[in-house]
């Protein structure tokens, strides 16, 4: 049974905004435990396309960064990786960087180094295996700069994803923390851009989401399992950040989830969807993001149990 | 925002694994030498513009004449419209104080957005150097670089790491021609780039003897590995090889009071201190140069270099910077050298010593050897600044100065250059003044985008005062007796002379 802290969006007051959500969030969940002195911690946030503009305010990752800050005494690294190598803007690094900038991401605003994970040309990452018994992908490459530090926050946005039902913390700590090379090989014959008109069969994205599973495997060998989590279950959008379009939210703001286990954050986040979204939408593309958690249970990612301790 | 086209990629036709994995890393079609390469000046003497340091008016600004320079010397050229740019400066070590101010930069940087081109600041990511290195990883570099004012708000566009977080992101090339090196390797962010200009600043070296543009082609267009190999690490047996470093019987062991220093210099522990003695593992050495660094460094000279090694990492740092200039079609790199705070060593060291010639000015050109040759005259015929380490090595104008400074003759590095094709020794000066008529007075006075200041200052006020005039509020002023003796007498009294 894994333990999921919620923090949710209700009762907002000059004392307990959502600065205020925030930092209770890390409290509750001791989520600075585990970090010492000098300890180099990359925060993996979500930097979006031009054109999505439900994206996270700076102001969502500041206290994460700066809660860091105190407990390491080290300016952490903020980075997301360049997106998929197809015809958008955020192929090129000096175009990724020229964007975020125009959306309010810097170092000044998320108060630690933002970088590109996988360098200029998002090629630059380790191989690290991905350690499951008949692993199709044998290992995956993790970009630098999260792969070279000691420890990872995952800070996700949580919206709808065409291609692996939610993104959530399994995706933005798998699939998105590879280099360009990787997430190339992981698609093999998908395209991420369904709205031009090529969906996949559904067979297709059931191997792509074992896949994507499988990298979460990679990624968490490469930090030794010293991961922390935290679902911003806020501007919830039909398409995830990497669309160069959105549509408005489809749920109202729900708060901040934190936890240690990957599976159970995925699972607290889909059941409270569940309970404010008709079915309808919960399954968009064809995807039934619960068999996706079942994988990720199966191949001993984390658990689908979990409690869930509510604060307002 | 930019736009770009890009065509779509065919997903699916993409059923297998690409190449580009681990066993085909680099094997390919990663090498970026461009067909259209070639030197820039084919016949008779390279032409080099210059402008003399000081200003007295408006047009006579530094900054103006550098903008003036990018025109003069056809730069712009370089710069086609689209054309991703890479303006290549080197970031400089935290705590040096000799770097050059982000105007210069700025000032570039405008003029290529003006022909159409996006650019962006780059840098490589250095070896560690020495104990306290804070260029070799990207975080403390870009740390640096933010205090010396180097940002994406002061340049106005990307600033960033050219060889990725850690260094490794990189295409390497091959330099057939090389005298030394036969391949190199040059961060992604330059060598993806359509057309680069140069920004060098002009002073000593204390491997290479003078850094300018060269310099910023030979290593800081490198990646970390590109960086071992310029270093010689390819070259042969530590025991008979001159690339490695040189364990001396003047090392006192533990009584040195930098030991412990000196053992915390190596990032892979190839060597360890002992009672009386510096004990080497060359098989974990790879040429960084942070053991030698570091005792030099601390006045020490237990760990040196062989005899002979400078001359040849500068001939390699020739070949190096060939690999650079390999990834760009012909006439596509411009340069900017300028030789201001001309100290005695590079902007890689965390501290600056006084300069060893007054400022110079600036110099620009297409031909990298002529702007090299250029400004290594120009600073050997400037006079001496007096307290300066080549005024206490008695040097006077005319003579080599950074051979007297640092050791070898930096035109070593020219011969070698000239040798494989990197541009001309011969250069025409041209000598640039700008002329001083309003319409070159307003040319870069009045700005475009950022502040929309396209009225003179004064005549926009007209605007701002019809509107509210804060003067008119307190006219007249209240008067007080005219006081004549305060006119003709009573300020003498603060003057002391």
């Known amino acids: 049974m894994s333990e999921v802290i919620w923090v949710d969006s209700e009762k907002m007051y000059f004392d307990n905004s959502v600065r205020h959500k925030l930092q209770k969030l890390m409290d509750s969940s001791r989520a600075d435990s585990d970090l010492i002195k000098g300890m180099r911690v990359a925060l993996k946030i979500n930097t979006a396309e031009e054109g999505y503009d439900y994206g996270l305010r700076p102001g969502f990752f500041r206290p994460v960064s700066e809660r860091v800050l105190a407990a390491t005494n080290t300016r952490p690294v903020i980075c997301d990786g360049i997106k998929l190598a197809d015809y958008w803007k955020q192929i090129r690094g000096t175009n990724y960087l020229k964007l975020a900038g125009a959306q309010g991401y810097s170092n000044e605003t998320l108060g630690g180094h933002f970088v590109i994970n996988g360098g200029f040309s998002g090629d630059e990452g380790d191989l690290f295996p991905c350690k499951l018994k008949d692993s199709e992908l044998g290992g995956v490459e993790v970009g630098t700069a999260v792969c070279r530090s000691d420890a990872l926050w995952v800070l996700t946005h949580v919206t709808f994803h065409p291609l692996f039902g939610i993104h959530g913390a399994l995706f933005n700590a798998g699939f998105d923390c590879l280099v360009d090379r990787a997430k190339t090989r992981l698609l093999k014959s998908i395209n991420p851009y369904i709205f031009n008109g090529h969906k996949p069969p559904f067979s297709d994205l059931r191997a792509f989401q074992c896949r994507a599973l499988e990298s979460f495997l990679g990624v968490q060998a490469s930090m030794e399992s010293k991961m922390f989590f935290i679902n911003y279950l806020w501007d919830m959008t039909p398409q995830p950040e990497y669309y160069p379009y959105s549509e408005t939210p489809v749920i109202e703001n729900m708060g901040f989830l934190a936890s240690r286990d990957p599976v159970a954050i995925d699972k607290a986040t889909v059941d409270l969807i569940g309970k404010k979204c008709p079915s309808e939408v919960l399954v968009s593309s064809g995807i039934n993001f619960i068999d996706v958690l079942q994988d990720a249970e199966r191949m001993g990612i984390g658990n689908l149990d979990y409690t869930l301790s509510r604060l307002s | ?497």
Not at chain 2, 108 to 122: L, S, T
Not at chain 2, 254 to 283: L, T
Not at chain 2, 351 to 380: N, R, S
Request: charged content about 25%.
């Open chain 2, 1 to 497: 925002m930019v736009e770009h086209k890009y065509d779509p990629t065919k997903w699916h036709e993409m059923q297998g694994p690409i190449d580009g994995g681990r066993d085909t890393y680099q094997s390919k079609s990663w090498n970026p030498t461009k067909k259209k390469w070639g030197t820039f000046t084919q016949d008779g003497p390279a032409p080099v513009w210059f402008s003399e340091a000081n200003a007295t008016n408006w047009t006579e600004s530094m900054i103006c004449k550098t903008k003036d320079l990018f025109y003069e010397a056809k730069i712009n050229e370089c710069v086609e419209k689209g054309d991703e740019v890479a303006i290549k400066i080197h970031y400089g070590e935290y705590n040096r104080t000799a770097v050059l101010r982000p105007e210069y930069i700025a000032a570039i940087v405008e003029e290529v957005k003006a022909c159409g081109g996006h650019p962006y600041v780059v840098n490589d990511t250095t070896l560690s150097y020495h104990t306290y290195n804070s260029m070799a990883i990207s975080q403390y570099q870009m740390e640096g670089a933010i205090r010396h004012g180097y940002t994406d708000a002061t340049f106005g566009c990307p600033v960033l790491i050219a060889d990725g977080y850690s260094g490794e992101d990189d295409y390497r090339v091959d330099i057939p021609e090389g005298l030394i090196l036969k391949e190199t390797y040059i961060g992604r962010a330059i060598a993806e780039a359509d057309a680069m200009i140069v920004i060098g600043h002009a002073r000593g070296h204390s491997i290479t003897m003078y850094g300018g543009v060269l310099k910023q082609l030979g290593i800081g267009c490198q990646s970390k590995r590109g960086k071992y190999i310029t270093h010689l690490a390819h070259w042969g047996d530590p025991h008979d090889a001159i690339g490695w470093p040189k364990f001396t019987d003047k090392c006192p062991g533990k009584a040195c009071k930098f030991h412990k220093m000196c053992d915390d210099s190596c990032p892979r522990n190839a060597h360890h201190v002992e009672e009386h003695r510096k004990v080497w593992y060359p098989e974990r050495c790879r040429l960084c140069y942070s053991c030698q660094v570091t005792c030099l460094f601390s006045g020490m000279t237990g760990i040196g270099f062989e005899e002979n090694y400078f001359p040849n990492a500068m001939i390699a740092h020739a070949d190096a910077a060939l690999g650079a200039l390999k990834c760009f079609d012909r006439g596509k790199v411009g340069y900017f050298n300028c030789a201001i705070d001309i100290v005695p060593e590079c902007d890689c060291f965390p501290w600056a010593g006084l300069a060893v010639a007054p400022d110079v000015g600036i110099f620009a050109g297409k031909d990298l050897i002529a702007i090299e040759m250029a400004t290594l005259d120009a600073i050997d015929n400037a006079p001496v600044s007096p307290g300066s380490v080549a005024d206490e090595k008695g040097c006077k104008p005319g003579e080599d100065r950074f051979k007297l400074v640092n050791g070898f003759s930096p035109r070593i590095t020219m011969n070698a250059g000239e040798k494989i094709g990197l541009g001309s020794k011969e250069y025409k000066l041209n000598t640039y003044e700008p002329p001083m008529t309003p319409e070159h007075i307003a040319k870069w006075q009045i700005r475009h985008g950022g502040v929309d200041n396209q009225k003179p200052t004064t005549v926009r006020l007209r605007d701002v005062f019809h509107k509210h005039d804060l003067a008119t509020e307190v006219m007249p002023f209240g008067r007080t007796e005219y006081n004549k003796d305060w006119v003709w007498n009573e300020w003498k009294k603060y003057d002391p002379t």
